[in-house]
């Protein structure tokens, strides 16, 4: 079975700071999507990232598809208010047997205070 | 383009009612349909899943059913809902022939999700 670790579960930070959310898992993923998520309603996919090493820029988001496919990291710089909400990395394995299934991490809880 | 949809929005039902909750996708044919549960703040477990018309797999044992009666349409179900059915509800698509590249990285849509609250 995959896992994916996600930290930190929850970060409370101030307008203006910058941020990194973490994705790690022992098993190599064929590609990696983050999700943003508001309070009641469905996620949002914003990125994914498929070759190793990989970065990707979305304005002021930052995403990293770490060499050996197994981590990804986002970094958020000069959060705003309009940043928070929940923060979903899912890791996928293509081909026929995976059925388009999705591994998903814990989700990180950001709340960007003005 | 592709929407997706599921209703009702939220839900209150007593314990040992039926359930019966509705997702429909347009704008696409033949997806993979995925039915997720979210606790609070948390990530998302996969409960049920279709490649196609009448064929379901279950991920999780539990008291839930799913059922998948047309292409774009996928039905969440229960005989008798228990307490611990409380939850957010996710209904999610994907389709390779969508993605348009020779290969496809399994990116999933989610619908607004449905609310339910079992007293």
């Known amino acids: 079975t995959q896992l994916l670790e996600q930290s930190p579960q929850f970060l409370s930070i101030q307008e203006g700071e910058n941020l990194t959310v973490y994705c790690n898992s022992s098993?190599?993923?064929?590609?990696l999507q983050w999700y943003r998520q508001e309070p009641g309603e469905g996620p949002v996919l914003l990125v994914t990232?498929?070759?190793?090493?990989e970065v990707k820029k979305l304005k002021r988001l930052t995403f990293q598809f770490g060499d050996a496919r197994k981590d990804s990291s986002l970094h958020i710089t000069a959060a705003q208010p309009g940043d928070t909400g929940l923060y979903l990395c899912?890791?996928?394995?293509?081909?026929?047997?995976?059925?388009?299934?999705?591994?998903f991490g814990q989700g990180t809880i950001l709340t960007v205070h003005p | 383009s592709q929407t997706i949809h599921q209703w009702p929005a939220t839900l209150v039902q007593p314990v040992g009612s039926p359930l019966s909750l509705e997702c429909t996708v347009e704008g696409t044919s033949n997806p993979n349909l995925y039915w997720y549960r979210q606790a609070a703040g948390r990530g998302l477990q996969l409960l049920f899943y279709?490649?196609?018309?009448?064929?379901i797999s279950s991920e999780v044992p539990q008291n839930l059913s799913a059922s998948r009666p047309q292409d774009r349409q996928f039905i969440l179900s229960s005989k008798k809902l228990l307490l611990s059915d409380s939850g957010f509800y996710l209904c999610a698509w994907y389709s390779d022939i969508w993605s348009g590249r020779v290969t496809s990285y399994n990116e999933q849509f989610f619908g607004p999700g449905t609310r339910l609250t079992v007293l």
């Open positions: 990232v498929v070759t190793g090493g």
């Open positions: 279709s490649v196609g018309i009448g064929q």
């Open positions: 098993s190599v993923f064929s590609s």
């Open positions: 899912a890791g996928s394995n293509a081909g026929g047997t995976s059925y388009g299934k999705l591994t």
